[in-house]
C-alpha cells in the first residue's frame, strides 16, 4: 500500500483528496485527474475542459451550491454514500490554497471532509 502524502496534484477536481483514497493507496485507482474510466463524471469533465485544477477555480458559477454538475444525481449519491461534504473541500481550497489542502487532508489521513 502507498503511503499517504501531501501532493497538490491528488486533490480531486469535486474537492475530495485522492491522496488518502483507499482505492488510490491501494493502486486500484490513478486519482482523479488520471482516471480514464472516470468519463461519466460531469464536474471532471468540466474541470477539464475550462481547465481548472478543481471547482475552486471555477469562473462559471458563483458558488458550488449553485452549479447544477457539481450537485447532480451522481455527486449526491456519492455525497452520502462517502459522508463526505465536498463543498467544505471546495471551500477550503479557495481559502487556503491546494498545497495548504492537501496538507491538511494528508496529515489526517482523509479522503473528504465530514458533513
Known amino acids: 500500500m502507498k503511503p499517504v502524502v501531501a501532493d497538490p496534484a491528488l486533490v480531486a477536481y469535486c ?3 485522492c491522496g488518502a483514497c483507499g482505492a488510490y493507496l491501494k493502486g486500484r485507482c490513478p486519482g482523479c485527474h488520471e482516471n480514464a474510466k472516470a468519463a461519466w463524471c460531469k464536474v471532471r469533465a468540466c474541470c477539464r475542459e475550462y481547465h481548472y485544477a478543481s471547482c475552486a ?3 462559471q458559477v458563483g458558488a458550488v451550491a449553485e452549479c447544477r454538475k ?5 455527486s449526491k449519491l456519492f455525497g ?27 496529515e489526517s489521513k482523509l479522503h473528504a471532509i465530514r458533513r
Open 80 to 106: 452520502l454514500l462517502f459522508r463526505s461534504d465536498r463543498a467544505a473541500g471546495i471551500a477550503r481550497i479557495k481559502a487556503k490554497g491546494y498545497p495548504a489542502f492537501a496538507q491538511h487532508m494528508a
Open 15 to 17: 474537492g475530495l483528496y
Open 57 to 59: 477555480d471555477c469562473r
Open 70 to 74: 457539481f450537485n447532480n444525481f451522481m
